[in-house]
């Protein structure tokens, strides 16, 4: 993983794997070379966030706040809905599993966008455009019976689930999940040891999404996605402060891996909460669809990629973040999934340095970014 980075690039890698815990860093900060990147260094993590907005679709379900099959109207002045045949609605379930037919972004982002596009390219689009944009976004198909990517959706869903706790979407994500898994550096505002991002040799502006910071708003750190993962693969081994609903946020965990919508054209990706998930075959079949399941999701901004998985059942975990614009080619992604569905695979043996350096070999990833 560290030489697929390359020798600029800044990464830190998050490993599972039983009962151990690794954290390795290499690389530096920004170009000057003075900051090693340590395993509390912030990271953006583009589209893994919307793992975070699927966990927190499934706690608020748990709490009976909202419903998986709530209309998103419900959550929306009256004049913001998006055109569709209203028999069969857009839900919250269909935003979540990226089923609803929502274009991938809204409509008028990429005029905003021109004028600063080689800077903060998304920072004049906010909640209020969005707002005016959702009337005249089209819906394509029926909702529920395809399998579309839609950032917006994902997004919009984010803002929804702040309509109907009455709260921002970052305060939410605090109070519900990162505050409550010790998820101390994770969110999407500033915070302490930013890592600084470069596009062709140039430092990019931090990333904003302000109209959908559910999509990709998230920065986080090695540590705190250790922890992440821990808890989805074992709630019980993550403290929890006294003031924690350890039953719904079990329940949340555990909605947010199972599989929600068909599998994509010609691939085997379900898609979950959030998550993809695909079965790797556990015997010599590589065509079996009956081993372990990977459940992933990779993200990309202007600067940085990163990339989450984890086995439940063989107790594997992966978390890398790397500082370097061109690692959003697949290579970087497939590296990471492979390096996963490894260490899935040997479940033995150090997780170090020198067993993550040797395995590189690439894969096919069907989940998007």
């Known amino acids: ?5 390359g020798p600029a690039g800044g990464v830190a890698v998050a490993v599972i794997r039983g009962d151990e815990r690794t954290v390795a860093c290499r690389g530096r900060s920004d170009r000057s070379g003075r900051r090693p990147v340590r395993a509390d260094t912030r990271f953006e993590l583009g589209s893994v966030t919307k793992t975070f907005t699927g966990l927190l679709l499934a706690e608020m379900a748990a709490r009976g706040e909202v419903r998986y099959d709530d209309p998103i109207d419900r959550y929306l002045p009256a004049d913001a809905a998006p055109g569709y045949p209203h028999e069969r609605p857009i839900t919250l379930l269909h935003l979540a599993t990226h089923t609803s037919g929502l274009p991938r972004l809204p409509v008028g982002l990429l005029p905003a966008m021109a004028p600063r596009w080689f800077t903060s390219p998304y920072d004049t689009f906010g909640p209020a455009h969005l707002l005016r944009a959702l009337p005249r976004t089209p819906v394509r198909g029926t909702p529920g019976t395809h399998v579309r990517y839609s950032s917006l959706g994902c997004g919009l869903l984010g803002l929804l689930l702040a309509n109907a706790a009455g709260q921002r979407y970052d305060d939410l ?3 519900r999940v990162c505050g409550p898994l010790g998820l101390v550096d994770t969110s999407s505002g500033p915070g302490r040891e930013e890592v600084a991002g470069y596009r062709r040799g140039r430092r990019v502006p931090s990333f904003r999404l302000p109209a959908l910071p559910g999509a990709a708003a998230l920065r986080s750190t090695g540590d705190d996605m250790l922890r992440y993962l821990q808890a989805h693969l074992s709630l019980d081994a993550v403290p929890l402060p006294e003031r924690a609903d350890a039953a719904v946020l079990r329940t949340a965990l555990g909605e947010v891996r199972r599989p929600r919508a068909g599998r994509r054209r010609g691939g085997t990706t379900r898609i979950c909460l959030g998550w993809n998930q695909r079965s790797v075959a556990a015997g010599a079949d590589p065509d079996e669809d009956d081993g372990e399941e990977l459940v992933f999701h990779a993200g990309s901004t202007r600067g940085f990629t990163a990339f989450a998985g984890f086995s439940p059942r ?3 975990g992966l978390a890398v973040m790397a500082r370097a614009r061109s690692l959003r080619s697949r290579g970087f992604v497939q590296s990471a999934y492979e390096t996963l569905r490894t260490l899935t695979a040997q479940r033995r043996g150090p997780v ?6 040797t395995l590189e070999a690439p894969a096919t990833v069907e989940g998007r970014r």
């Open 352 to 357: 170090g340095l020198d067993a993550l350096e």
């Open 1 to 5: 993983m560290f030489h697929a980075a």
């Open 314 to 316: 063989a107790q594997v």
């Open 173 to 175: 994500l605090a109070a």
